[in-house]
């Protein structure tokens, strides 16, 4: 993995205030439920990410048995020799999956499920924002006023929100730019 991609998230995390380890939580689960269409049962794709090392990896743990059942998950005590030496049934066998080898659609599926985890991190900062303020009177910025509606986008710190014409004191005029 290179160091453009920890670079990124340390990104994420200073602009969007979502910490990282819930961004990495996120790409590990959008790279599991991405590649176990792939690989068969969920419970055998493993994506480990240390960001102190820089480092992640993705591999299938399969089962050594005397009689393959279910392939997705299992192989015979020969085919796993070719992996390793010394597979006995009863162990496993961990084959590395290369990140770059994966196709479009798994990178796609990957892509869309983060993608989906930021944007419920970022829904539910804002939530605790506005739950920490109930009651509060809070200085927000005009961005946009639409002039078909009268309606406002706002900036209340990192969330933004329409206001309402029918929300607005009577005979207000804002202008981008103006705090209210």
């Known amino acids: 993995m290179n160091k453009e991609f920890f670079e990124a998230v340390a990104m994420l995390e200073s602009e969007k205030g979502i910490s990282s380890q819930y961004i990495f939580e996120k ?7 991405a590649t176990k269409n792939t690989y068969g049962n969920r419970d055998n794709v493993v994506c480990d990410i240390d960001p102190e090392k820089q480092t992640m990896s993705v591999y299938v743990r399969i089962a050594v048995v005397e009689e393959v059942e279910e392939p997705a998950a299992e192989m015979t005590v020969e085919e796993a020799r070719a992996y390793d030496a010394n597979a006995q ?5 961990e084959i590395t999956l290369e990140p ?20 419920e991190a970022e829904r539910e900062l804002a939530n ?3 739950q920490n303020r ?4 809070v200085t927000a910025t005009v961005n946009l006023v639409y002039p078909e509606t009268g309606d406002a986008s706002i900036e209340i ?6 206001l309402n014409r029918s929300d607005m004191i009577p005979g207000e005029e804002l202008q981008p730019g103006q705090l209210i």
Request: aromatic letters at 6%; a positive charge; zero cysteines.
């Open 89 to 93: 049934v009863g162990s496993f066998i």
């Open 128 to 130: 605790q924002e506005f």
């Open 157 to 162: 710190g990192r969330a933004n929100a329409i």
């Open 100 to 119: 770059k080898k994966f196709g479009r659609i798994v990178a796609q599926t990957a892509k869309s499920v983060i993608r989906q985890g930021i944007r």
């Open 134 to 137: 109930h009651q509060e009177v």
């Open 27 to 33: 790409i590990q689960a959008a790279i599991i439920s």
